[in-house]
C-alpha cells in the first residue's frame, strides 16, 4: 500500500471559480428552466381551457425563461466568485484545507 500524500489546499482561484459558476449556472439554469417553462405552458393552457381566454402567450414565456436562465447563470457565477474569495480571505487565516491523496494498488485475479 503506498504513503499518502498530504495536499494543502491554501488558494481558490477566482478566475476558474468563476468559470465553473458560469458553466454550473448556465447547465442548471437550462435543466431548471425547461422544466419552468414546460410547467408554466401547461398551466396556462390549463387555465386558458377552463376560463376561455385566448392562448398567445407562448413566446412571452419563452423570453421570460431565457431571461431566467441567464439571470440564474449570472447569480451562480456571482456566488461562485464571492465564495472563493471568501475561501481564500479564511484560509490565510486557518492555513486551508489538509486533504490526504492515497494511491491505491488494485489486484487483478
Known sequence: MAVPKRVIVRKVYTGKAA???LLYGALSGVVLGSVFYLMLLFGLSAVSDSFNLPVNAGIEL?????????????ACCFFAIISAALYNLISRMGGGVHLSLADYEYIST
Open 19 to 21: 468559470l465553473f459558476g
Open 62 to 74: 419563452f423570453f421570460a425563461v431565457i431571461l431566467l436562465i441567464f439571470l440564474y447563470t449570472i
